[in-house]
């Protein structure tokens, strides 16, 4: 796979997906922070240290950012994802992706644009499938989407998940092979 990809959204937006550099840490940092603070798609319940950023998106990932086209001199981050193997050694062929949109930029097809950028990725990489450990039940747009391009729900884990109000919720194992 060739990167810069460029593509354009639903509604004609033509946007560039680039493999992340050290000008994007910043930038995918703060987006993570605004995503922890809706508590709605990430086990985090507080802002992440640099270095816990660098250890949860950066260390040991392959990561790709989003960006309109043309890209501003002072450009905003659109979305993001990370793709990283699952397991070491003899399962490390199951990739583990994690996916952030911008909210302002939700329902327009960057979600589906990054997820069949990671799926050609991750086959290119050598992966043959990629696990989600956590999809919060009540995400219903994120299931739908991972639903859309092929992935199925192997099993529940009943309330993995702390809400903010405190009450839990359920989560989804998903899994999509790549043979």
Avoid: C
Wanted: hydrophobic share 40%; charged share 25%.
């Amino acid at each position: 796979m060739q990167f810069p990809v460029e593509a354009k959204l639903k509604d004609g937006t033509p946007v560039e997906v680039v493999l992340a550099g050290n000008s994007d840490w910043p930038l995918l940092a703060k987006l993570y922070e605004r995503i922890v603070a809706e508590g709605t798609s990430y086990p985090h319940d507080r802002r992440l240290s640099h270095e816990e950023f660098q250890d949860y998106w950066v260390k040991g990932k392959s990561a790709v950012v989003v960006y309109e086209r043309p890209r501003k001199t002072d450009p905003a981050l659109l979305g993001a994802f990370y793709l990283r193997p699952n397991w070491p050694g003899r399962a490390r062929h199951v990739a583990n992706a994690g996916f952030i949109v911008t909210p302002e930029w939700r329902n327009r097809g960057l979600g589906w644009l990054l997820g069949a950028v990671m799926l050609d990725y991750a086959k290119e990489l050598g992966y043959r499938g990629v696990i989600f450990n956590l999809v919060f039940s009540e995400n219903q747009v994120a299931r739908h989407l991972w639903e859309k391009l092929g992935f199925r729900v192997l099993g529940v884990i009943p309330g993995a998940v702390r809400k903010s109000d405190a009450t839990y919720q359920d989560a989804h194992i998903m899994f999509r092979s790549l043979v």
